[in-house]
């Protein structure tokens, strides 16, 4: 049977960098389960890493060498469900797999990551918990990092990025995107459109995205109490011992 690395958690908690060891170790491909970083031009507050290149036939981002899939594969206002990232991820697992290369699925939409990995398939306009058999084996990592650590993180964060996110939503608003679309993306989008509007001051604006950054964390942290029970990481040695047994079981 295929297997399948998973590596999820909150937002600030080292997934990526984590995902990149295992890639360069296990001759990985990283598939993103973002539901932000879908879009182009969303790349300052979706934290986007990585130079654009190519894996295959799909365009990729590379970081330090390893391609990510799932990353700027659909324009910014357009509509994009689970239902799409699941039919994109399923049909590049297969080719990752014919490739002989391990699949990582990485980021913190926890619905994503679930849906794939208990086979949610939708029927009748609704998803359907475990309709579909999984024919690859899972295995699901979550670096374990305090709340507190990653809430400041996140708080130190958008202060530092909030001119740069504030010309990137302008750009996006020039380019014919709705304010309405952007609020509805959530997060740092949200704020920066309603700072652009007028609707909140610099200060207002910092206070209550990092506000709602910090109760995002603890929704992903909440998600994963419920679902798949990942095995909690807490250092890069720890996670290659773990999926080099999971390999060669």
Same mark, same amino acid.
């Given at each position: 049977?295929?297997?399948?690395?998973?590596?999820?958690?909150?937002?600030?908690?080292? !997934?990526?960098?984590?995902?990149?060891?295992?890639?360069?170790?296990? *001759?990985?491909?990283?598939?993103?389960?973002?539901?932000?970083?879908?879009?182009?031009?969303? /790349?300052?507050?979706? *934290? !986007?890493?990585?130079?654009?290149?190519?894996?295959?036939?799909?365009?990729?981002?590379?970081?330090?060498?390893?391609?990510q899939l799932l990353i700027d594969v659909v324009e910014p206002g357009d509509r994009f469900t689970v239902a799409d990232w699941l039919t994109l991820a399923r049909k590049m697992l297969r080719e990752i797999w014919a490739a002989g290369q391990l699949p990582i699925v990485v980021g913190g939409t926890g619905l994503y990551v679930t849906a794939l990995t208990e086979g949610y398939q939708l029927?009748?306009?609704?998803? %359907?918990? *475990?309709?579909?058999?999984?024919?690859?084996?899972?295995?699901?990592?979550?670096?374990?990092?305090?709340?507190?650590?990653?809430?400041?993180?996140?708080?130190?964060? $958008?202060?530092?990025?909030? /001119?740069?996110?504030? %010309?990137?939503?302008? !750009? =996006?608003? /020039?380019? +014919?995107?709705?304010?309405?679309?952007?609020?509805?993306?959530? =997060?740092?989008?949200?704020?920066?459109?309603?700072?652009? /509007? +007028?609707?909140?001051?610099?200060?207002?604006?910092? =206070?209550?995205?990092?506000?709602?950054?910090? %109760?995002?964390?603890?929704?992903?942290?909440?998600?994963?109490?419920?679902?798949?029970?990942?095995?909690?990481?807490?250092?890069?040695?720890?996670? =290659?011992?773990?999926?080099?047994? $999971?390999?060669?079981?």
């Amino acid at each position: 049977m295929h297997k399948l690395i998973a590596v999820v958690g909150p937002t600030g908690s080292g !997934k990526t960098k984590l995902a990149v060891k295992l890639a360069k170790k296990f *001759n990985g491909v990283i598939v993103s389960a973002d539901s932000r970083q879908v879009y182009r031009g969303l /790349d300052i507050g979706t *934290n !986007k890493e990585g130079v654009p290149g190519k894996w295959g036939n799909y365009q990729a981002r590379i970081v330090d060498g390893i391609p990510q899939l799932l990353i700027d594969v659909v324009e910014p206002g357009d509509r994009f469900t689970v239902a799409d990232w699941l039919t994109l991820a399923r049909k590049m697992l297969r080719e990752i797999w014919a490739a002989g290369q391990l699949p990582i699925v990485v980021g913190g939409t926890g619905l994503y990551v679930t849906a794939l990995t208990e086979g949610y398939q939708l029927g009748g306009g609704r998803f %359907a918990k *475990n309709n579909q058999p999984v024919d690859f084996e899972p295995l699901i990592l979550m670096p374990d990092i305090e709340r507190s650590v990653l809430n400041r993180k996140s708080d130190e964060r $958008f202060p530092k990025i909030f /001119d740069a996110l504030v %010309a990137e939503t302008k !750009k =996006l608003l /020039d380019s +014919g995107i709705s304010g309405e679309w952007l609020n509805s993306i959530g =997060l740092d989008y949200r704020y920066a459109y309603r700072y652009l /509007d +007028g609707q909140l001051e610099r200060e207002e604006t910092v =206070l209550q995205s990092q506000a709602a950054s910090r %109760a995002y964390i603890r929704r992903q942290i909440t998600w994963w109490r419920h679902h798949g029970r990942p095995i909690a990481i807490n250092s890069i040695r720890q996670a =290659l011992l773990i999926v080099k047994n $999971f390999q060669i079981s």
